[in-house]
């Protein structure tokens, strides 16, 4: 029981490092994609970025909502 305890707590906290971090990623996109000093190709990886992180987030929540 306790390994299994253990494996629960270790997956809650790499859940929650994972949302963090993904958050982090869509609020870096939108705070950057403002800046004049970006350039067009910048841009691109800054939407790609934005774009994967919201779909990863939502993945993750219906993955959840399965459970």
Known sequence: MKNLREGLN?????????????LGEISDAKINC??????????GILDGRLECAENLLEQIKEWENKE
Not at 10 to 22: D, R
Not at 34 to 43: I, Y
């Open 10 to 22: 270790k997956y809650v906290k790499l859940n929650g490092k994972i949302k963090t971090w993904l």
């Open 34 to 43: 403002h800046e004049d000093d970006v350039d067009s190709r910048e841009l």
